[in-house]
Nanobody, 125 residues
Framework: QVQLVESGGGSVQAGGSLRLSCAASGRTFSIYYMAWFRQGPGKEREFVAA????????AYADSVKGRFTISRDNAKNTVYLQMGSLKPEDTAVYHC??????????????????WGQGTQVTVSS
C-alpha cells in the first residue's frame, strides 16, 4: 500500500505562483511514476504532469507546459508541483497519484492505483 498526502493549495491571483507537495509513505519502493491530476468544477479529472520515481523523465499536459514544473525528492519521498503564471482556468482540486507498474498510459487515471485526497487551488482574475 502507498499513502499520499497533498498540501500547499490555496487562493492566488492570476499571474501568481503556488507550490504543491505530495508526501508518499508505505511501500514507496514499489512506485514507478508519480503524477498530478486536477479536476475543475463540472469537469473530468485531467492529467497535469508526471515524473518517474527514479530518473529524470517528466511529462506535462500542453495546457501547463512552460508554466508548471514537477520534481521529486526521493530522500523525503515527496513530489512537488511548482505552478507559475497561474490562470483562472487552473482552478481545480489537484490530486497526487502513484503508479506501481510501468505503463505507457501514464496520462490516464487508470494507470494509477493510489490517490491523495486532493488540495484546492483557486485562481482569481
Amino acid at each position: 500500500q502507498v499513502q499520499l498526502v497533498e498540501s500547499g493549495g490555496g487562493s492566488v491571483q492570476a499571474g501568481g505562483s503556488l507550490r504543491l507537495s505530495c508526501a508518499a509513505s508505505g511501500r514507496t519502493f514499489s512506485i514507478y511514476y508519480m503524477a498530478w491530476f486536477r479536476q475543475g468544477p463540472g469537469k473530468e479529472r485531467e492529467f497535469v504532469a508526471a515524473v518517474r520515481w527514479s530518473g529524470r523523465n517528466a511529462a506535462y499536459a500542453d495546457s501547463v507546459k512552460g508554466r508548471f514544473t514537477i520534481s521529486r525528492d526521493n530522500a523525503k519521498n515527496t513530489v512537488y508541483l511548482q505552478m507559475g503564471s497561474l490562470k483562472p482556468e487552473d482552478t481545480a482540486v489537484y490530486h497526487c497519484a502513484a503508479a506501481t507498474q510501468d505503463s505507457l498510459y501514464y496520462t490516464q487515471t487508470f494507470a494509477y492505483g493510489y490517490w491523495g485526497q486532493g488540495t484546492q487551488v483557486t485562481v482569481s482574475s
